[in-house]
Structures are given as C-alpha cells and as structure tokens.
C-alpha cells in the first residue's frame, strides 16, 4: 500500500460517519481501508466530473474516428485471406 495513500479505515467511517471521509478529501481521493486493504475509494464531484469529462473525450469516439480515418497499407483479394485463413486452421488440428 502506498504510505502517501489518503486514507480512512472501514471502522472509523462507521464510527464517524460521513464527516471522516468529508475531512480527507480536502486533500485528495479518501481510500477506504477494510481489513488493512484498499476496499473502495471516494472522489468529490469535481474530480469525478473531471475524470467523466476525460473518458467522454478518449472514450470509444475516438476509436470510431480510427475506423472511419483507416487507409489500408496494402491490398490482399479475398482468395489470398481465405487461403491464409485456411492453412493456419489446418495447423490447429495438426497440434
């Protein structure tokens, strides 16, 4: 476990209540401990917007974009693909 890990052990959240989770995220994610053990960890709204935000960005739009953009670098006939399809398949049942 990271020593600089901002944390609150199970047992003083169910002491404390939400007030010990609320004084540690001043400082950052709260990693909620549970038998000496990451168990959970709890973000404020902002940083959750933000990692939203980001995923909205990076997310499989992008991929999409890949697709759409994709030049192939070469052209094979589809007898040639099927001929390599169909010799690798052989050496399976060869194994």
Not at 8 to 33: C, D, Q, S, T
Not at 45 to 50: K, S, V
Request: net charge negative; glycine share 6%; proline share 4%.
């Amino acid at each position: 476990m990271n020593e600089s890990m901002n944390t609150v052990r199970a047992v003083e959240l169910k002491r404390r209540g939400l007030i010990a989770i609320e004084e540690k995220l001043a400082a950052g994610p709260v990693h909620i401990l549970k038998h000496n053990r990451p168990a959970a960890v709890v973000l404020s709204e902002a940083e959750y917007q933000r990692l939203i935000e980001k995923k909205d960005e990076s997310g499989p739009r992008r991929a999409v974009q890949w697709i759409k953009e994709y030049v192939p670098s070469g052209h094979r006939s589809k007898e040639d693909i099927d001929h390599q399809i169909f010799e690798e398949r052989g050496s399976w049942e060869e194994e």
